[in-house]
């Protein structure tokens, strides 16, 4: 970034964040009469935000069809499912209801209720088709009851083909509107808190190191940082905390739409090979486990950005560029740390040094653009070395 770059705002979506926000849709029209809810998680369920849901819906709809096969690595088989039961269903608009893996699954849905062939079609990485979808998908409303993935903010499905051992960002379409309501977190066990949350600050943090990165993303970016830098590891350990939750959802939508006004990175390319393989493997957890091999290989050959983030997040003043690069990742190891999240590693989800010419050839086979966008351009030596590094954490 130059500093006098062009750049695109195009966030159509009608996002309401706040407290007891969820409770509005019992206002608003909602853009069609026949619904399919798309939800996962028995949580959701056992604390009664589904049936709220329902009770808040029905009577503004003709009918409804509740859909749950959703996995917490979101699947092609379950979009594919759900879409053939919207097309028998002839549903018209849709409601997310849980955390990305749910939401995710929603766009896949409503892409291809209204468009023909598999989704894997519409790809353009891994064996996709890479075609263009003929039909507009249908209208969805996203509530996430999680914070991480940000999904409400942008276009973008992350899907796994299991059989192909794919996971893939499949472009679709923008919600309709949002609700996020931080109240719909409180429930989240610490463990998962603490893995969404790294996801969030992952994607802030990549989208303002990414070559996309410019003026108004960068706020956006830096604000999600600096809200889940704070908040984050009190939301882990007092997750009754309502404002510390609060501010964890802010930073998860900020993360959510930076990735769309800018971009991920490789790592979010590296992540997607590792959970594609072993769809065990979380996704803020698998950016945990290579997070300091990948952002050291970085910082080395690139620091000015880190130094900024540095700046922002009140660490290390006066310092060399180089030293407040070191001593932004020193801080992020040790608050990555205080998550709890140095407890995952590679070896226990089966993965081994022997695997890792492989390992690197499925993260260019499903690459796309993230992997083109760092400032220092990852080589395979680059990849081999922060796989390696990271399997001896």
Same mark, same amino acid.
């Given at each position: 970034?130059? &500093?006098?770059?062009?750049?695109?705002?195009?966030?159509?979506?009608?996002?309401?964040?706040?407290?007891?926000?969820?409770? $509005?849709?019992?206002?608003?029209?909602?853009?069609?009469?026949?619904?399919?809810?798309?939800?996962?998680?028995?949580?959701?369920?056992?604390?009664?935000?589904?049936?709220?849901?329902?009770?808040?819906?029905?009577? #503004?709809?003709?009918?409804?069809?509740?859909?749950?096969?959703?996995?917490?690595? =979101?699947?092609?088989?379950?979009?594919?499912?759900?879409?053939?039961? %919207?097309?028998?269903?002839?549903?018209?608009?849709?409601? &997310?209801?849980?955390?990305?893996?749910?939401?995710?699954?929603?766009?896949?849905?409503?892409?291809?209720?209204?468009?023909?062939?598999?989704?894997?079609?519409?790809?353009?990485?891994?064996?996709?088709?890479?075609?263009?979808?003929?039909?507009?998908?249908?209208?969805?409303?996203?509530?996430?009851?999680? %914070?991480?993935?940000?999904?409400?903010?942008?276009?973008?499905?992350?899907?796994?083909?299991?059989?192909?051992?794919?996971?893939? &960002?499949?472009?679709?379409?923008?919600?309709?509107?949002?609700?996020?309501?931080?109240?719909?977190?409180?429930?989240? =066990?610490?463990?998962?808190?603490?893995?969404? +949350?790294?996801?969030?600050?992952?994607?802030?943090? @990549?989208?303002?190191?990414?070559?996309?990165?410019?003026?108004?993303?960068?706020?956006?970016?830096? %604000?999600?940082?600096?809200?889940?830098?704070?908040?984050?590891?009190?939301?882990?350990?007092?997750?009754?905390?309502?404002?510390?939750?609060?501010?964890?959802?802010?930073?998860? /939508? /900020?993360?959510?739409?930076?990735?769309?006004?800018?971009?991920?990175?490789?790592?979010?390319?590296? $992540?997607?090979?590792?959970?594609?393989?072993? =769809?065990?493997?979380?996704?803020? +957890?698998?950016?945990? /486990?290579?997070?300091?091999?990948?952002?050291? #290989?970085?910082?080395?050959?690139? =620091?000015?950005?880190?130094?900024?983030?540095?700046?922002?997040?009140?660490?290390?003043?006066?310092?060399?560029?180089? @030293?407040? %690069?070191?001593?932004?990742?020193?801080?992020?190891?040790?608050?990555?740390?205080?998550? +709890?999240?140095?407890?995952?590693?590679?070896?226990?989800? +089966?993965?081994?040094?022997?695997?890792?010419?492989?390992?690197?050839?499925?993260?260019?086979?499903?690459?796309?653009?993230?992997?083109?966008?760092?400032?220092?351009?990852?080589?395979?030596?680059?990849?081999?070395?922060?796989?390696?590094?990271?399997? @001896?954490?």
């Amino acid at each position: 970034m130059s &500093g006098l770059d062009r750049f695109t705002f195009d966030i159509p979506s009608k996002l309401r964040f706040g407290c007891g926000v969820m409770d $509005e849709i019992q206002k608003s029209s909602l853009p069609g009469k026949r619904l399919m809810i798309v939800t996962g998680g028995r949580t959701i369920r056992e604390n009664g935000t589904v049936d709220r849901l329902v009770k808040l819906v029905q009577p #503004k709809v003709d009918s409804f069809v509740l859909f749950d096969d959703v996995h917490a690595n =979101p699947s092609l088989a379950s979009v594919m499912k759900g879409s053939a039961i %919207a097309r028998e269903n002839k549903i018209d608009v849709l409601i &997310g209801l849980g955390g990305g893996s749910a939401l995710d699954t929603a766009k896949g849905i409503a892409a291809m209720a209204v468009n023909d062939g598999s989704l894997w079609d519409y790809t353009a990485s891994g064996s996709g088709s890479g075609k263009s979808m003929a039909n507009k998908p249908l209208p969805l409303i996203a509530i996430p009851t999680t %914070a991480g993935t940000g999904s409400e903010g942008n276009k973008t499905a992350v899907i796994t083909d299991t059989d192909r051992k794919e996971k893939i &960002g499949v472009r679709t379409d923008f919600v309709y509107s949002a609700y996020v309501d931080p109240e719909l977190t409180l429930s989240i =066990p610490s463990r998962h808190t603490a893995e969404q +949350g790294f996801d969030a600050f992952c994607h802030c943090l @990549e989208a303002f190191l990414s070559v996309k990165a410019n003026p108004f993303s960068d706020v956006l970016a830096l %604000a999600g940082l600096k809200a889940l830098w704070k908040w984050l590891p009190e939301a882990v350990e007092h997750g009754s905390n309502i404002e510390a939750r609060y501010w964890v959802s802010y930073g998860s /939508m /900020m993360g959510g739409m930076v990735l769309y006004l800018s971009s991920a990175s490789g790592a979010h390319t590296i $992540e997607h090979m590792l959970s594609g393989i072993n =769809p065990a493997v979380s996704h803020g +957890g698998g950016l945990a /486990m290579i997070f300091d091999a990948f952002h050291k #290989k970085q910082a080395d050959n690139v =620091p000015q950005r880190y130094t900024e983030v540095a700046d922002a997040l009140g660490i290390a003043s006066g310092l060399s560029e180089t @030293e407040k %690069a070191d001593a932004l990742l020193c801080s992020m190891r040790e608050w990555k740390s205080g998550l +709890g999240l140095d407890r995952l590693k590679l070896r226990e989800y +089966g993965f081994t040094p022997d695997q890792v010419d492989e390992m690197v050839r499925m993260t260019h086979w499903v690459g796309g653009g993230p992997l083109t966008r760092d400032r220092h351009r990852l080589t395979d030596d680059d990849l081999e070395e922060i796989l390696l590094k990271s399997l @001896e954490r």
